[in-house]
């Protein structure tokens, strides 16, 4: 991954830093700059992580970081900042924190921009092999978990994994994270995405434009959402998507055949039926690349570390 | 070679005209990266980089219009560009005409410089 719009102290600070591992970089103007990876959030010094403060590199200011990463054309992501964010070439997304203007109570422009939050994207082949395993397609599933462990990276190898079993997938690829912006991951050579698109538009849309089997999605949240899935499940198209949601009866307003709990990639995922009885615990460990695996809160027993698989 | 400033200045100031259309245009349908769209227009995408591509008052107009573009949403800067149209318009119709007018100008002196030259000789 690029970071070409960082300034140069944190760009060759974040070269001492396992890229495989980096998870997150956290930047807030005047404050010291703090990258989250697999195995903890730490500072970043001019070596690389160091948990002594007095050694970080303070940030100047974001706004000029976030000018950076949009290369001087605001119009390009006005849309996406009106919702907070900004997804880069190669699906980095940048969480924006500032000043919102609004107009007529909807929000139009963040200015006075103090925090962001670059989150990096993971691709693991292989890691949704388990849950695959224990589901039988085709049929509508939804994954959950808290933000953070991994959703969007399984999301983009049952892609490519139901690609490779013949089917036509489609991602609605509404923040431009699953896909990458384009070309930087590959999702199967029977997927199309369509990015930039809100899920009601976009499966309306493309159901009727492309004609897939079944639609990948991500983060469903709120009643448009739900009305996207719905739309697809009335015109007998299968929905494999990814939420937030995490409270089973908040979850079952989604309706779907199968709902899997993701702990964390490399960790363990729980597959449920339609009526959240358990079906089976199985694992997420990719066949290749770097699993990046984030402790879970509050359960020692439940910090996985790093699995390296070849 | 005595052209050749008003030249590159007519040049420039034709680069940034067109460059302006595309973006309005972009503006409207596409909205790729200014850097991108510049990529055509080579003095455009120097200005772009913070060069000076021409001096005195050109290079101030230049300068603030580079300083403005992109910084804000796409209805906002169909208004800036709208506004900007018409001096690019009248800088590259001025600009061209003063090349034109100033080249033939010192294509008739050196003609009769050599003539001159010729008849001295003769």
Same mark, same amino acid.
């Given at each position: 991954?690029?970071?070409?719009?960082?300034? *140069?102290?944190?760009?060759a600070a974040l070269n001492?830093? *396992?890229?495989?591992?980096?998870? +997150?970089?956290?930047?807030?103007?005047?404050?010291?700059?703090?990258?989250?990876?697999?195995?903890?959030?730490?500072?970043?010094?001019?070596?690389?992580?160091?948990?002594?403060?007095?050694?970080?590199?303070?940030?100047?200011?974001?706004?000029?970081?976030?000018?950076?990463?949009? +290369?001087? /054309?605001?119009?390009?992501?006005?849309?996406?900042?009106?919702?907070?964010?900004?997804?880069?070439?190669?699906?980095?997304?940048?969480?924006?924190? &500032? %000043?919102?203007?609004? %107009?007529?109570?909807?929000?139009?422009?963040?200015?006075? $921009?103090?925090?962001?939050?670059?989150?990096?994207?993971? #691709?693991?082949?292989?890691?949704?092999?388990?849950?695959?395993?224990?589901?039988?397609?085709? /049929?509508?599933?939804?994954?959950?978990?808290?933000?953070?462990?991994?959703?969007?990276?399984?999301?983009? #190898?049952?892609?490519?994994?139901? /690609?490779?079993?013949?089917?036509?997938?489609?991602?609605? #690829? +509404?923040?431009?994270?699953?896909?990458?912006?384009?070309?930087?991951? #590959?999702?199967?050579?029977?997927?199309?995405?369509?990015?930039?698109?809100?899920?009601? /538009?976009?499966?309306?849309?493309?159901?009727?434009?492309?004609?897939?089997?079944?639609?990948?999605?991500?983060?469903?949240?709120?009643?448009?959402?739900?009305?996207?899935?719905?739309?697809?499940?009335?015109?007998?198209?299968?929905?494999?998507?990814?939420?937030?949601?995490?409270k089973q009866s908040d979850?079952?307003?989604?309706?779907?055949?199968?709902?899997? %709990?993701?702990?964390?990639?490399? &960790?363990?995922?729980? $597959?449920?039926?339609?009526?959240?009885?358990?079906?089976?615990?199985?694992?997420?460990?990719?066949?290749? &690349?770097?699993?990046?695996?984030?402790?879970?809160?509050?359960?020692?027993?439940?910090?996985?570390?790093?699995?390296?698989?070849? | 070679? @005595?052209?050749?400033?008003? =030249?590159?200045?007519?040049?420039?100031?034709?680069?940034?005209?067109?460059?302006?259309?595309?973006?309005?245009?972009? @503006?409207?349908?596409?909205?790729?990266?200014?850097?991108? @769209?510049?990529?055509?227009?080579?003095?455009?995408?120097?200005?772009?980089?913070?060069?000076?591509?021409?001096?005195?008052?050109?290079?101030?107009?230049?300068?603030?219009?580079?300083?403005?573009?992109?910084?804000?949403?796409?209805?906002?800067?169909?208004?800036?560009?709208?506004?900007?149209?018409?001096?690019?318009?009248?800088?590259?119709?001025?600009?061209?005409?003063?090349? =034109?007018?100033?080249?033939?100008?010192?294509?008739?002196?050196?003609?009769?410089?050599?003539? @001159?030259?010729?008849?001295?000789?003769?």
């Amino acid at each position: 991954m690029e970071f070409d719009f960082l300034p *140069d102290e944190i760009r060759a600070a974040l070269n001492l830093v *396992d890229g495989d591992k980096l998870t +997150e970089i956290r930047l807030r103007s005047g404050q010291a700059v703090i990258v989250g990876t697999t195995e903890k959030y730490c500072y970043l010094g001019r070596k690389g992580c160091t948990d002594d403060r007095e050694l970080a590199i303070v940030l100047d200011d974001a706004e000029i970081v976030l000018s950076a990463a949009m +290369e001087g /054309s605001v119009f390009a992501y006005t849309e996406q900042l009106r919702h907070s964010f900004i997804t880069l070439d190669g699906g980095a997304r940048i969480g924006v924190a &500032g %000043e919102y203007v609004t %107009e007529r109570g909807e929000i139009t422009a963040i200015k006075n $921009v103090t925090s962001l939050n670059i989150r990096i994207p993971h #691709d693991i082949y292989g890691c949704s092999q388990g849950i695959l395993e224990n589901i039988r397609l085709p /049929s509508d599933v939804i994954i959950f978990s808290r933000p953070g462990l991994g959703k969007t990276t399984l999301l983009r #190898d049952i892609a490519r994994s139901i /690609s490779s079993a013949g089917y036509n997938v489609l991602v609605c #690829d +509404e923040r431009s994270e699953i896909s990458g912006g384009g070309r930087a991951f #590959d999702l199967g050579c029977r997927t199309d995405a369509v990015r930039g698109a809100d899920k009601l /538009s976009c499966f309306g849309n493309a159901i009727r434009a492309m004609r897939p089997d079944f639609i990948l999605t991500d983060e469903l949240y709120g009643e448009r959402d739900r009305l996207a899935i719905e739309c697809a499940a009335r015109c007998g198209i299968n929905f494999i998507a990814s939420t937030h949601v995490c409270k089973q009866s908040d979850l079952a307003a989604f309706r779907a055949d199968y709902y899997a %709990e993701l702990c964390a990639i490399g &960790g363990e995922a729980i $597959v449920y039926d339609k009526d959240f009885n358990i079906i089976c615990h199985c694992s997420t460990v990719g066949t290749s &690349g770097n699993i990046a695996v984030r402790p879970k809160k509050g359960k020692g027993e439940d910090l996985f570390g790093i699995l390296r698989v070849q | 070679m @005595l052209s050749a400033r008003k =030249k590159e200045r007519a040049k420039i100031f034709s680069e940034f005209y067109e460059f302006n259309e595309n973006l309005l245009l972009n @503006l409207k349908y596409e909205k790729i990266k200014l850097k991108e @769209l510049a990529k055509r227009f080579p003095s455009v995408l120097r200005a772009l980089d913070g060069q000076e591509v021409l001096s005195g008052d050109d290079g101030a107009f230049l300068r603030d219009y580079t300083q403005n573009i992109g910084k804000t949403d796409p209805k906002s800067q169909i208004d800036y560009l709208n506004g900007r149209r018409e001096q690019l318009e009248r800088l590259r119709n001025e600009s061209a005409e003063e090349y =034109k007018r100033y080249s033939s100008l010192y294509v008739k002196i050196c003609l009769l410089a050599g003539i @001159l030259v010729g008849v001295l000789l003769a």
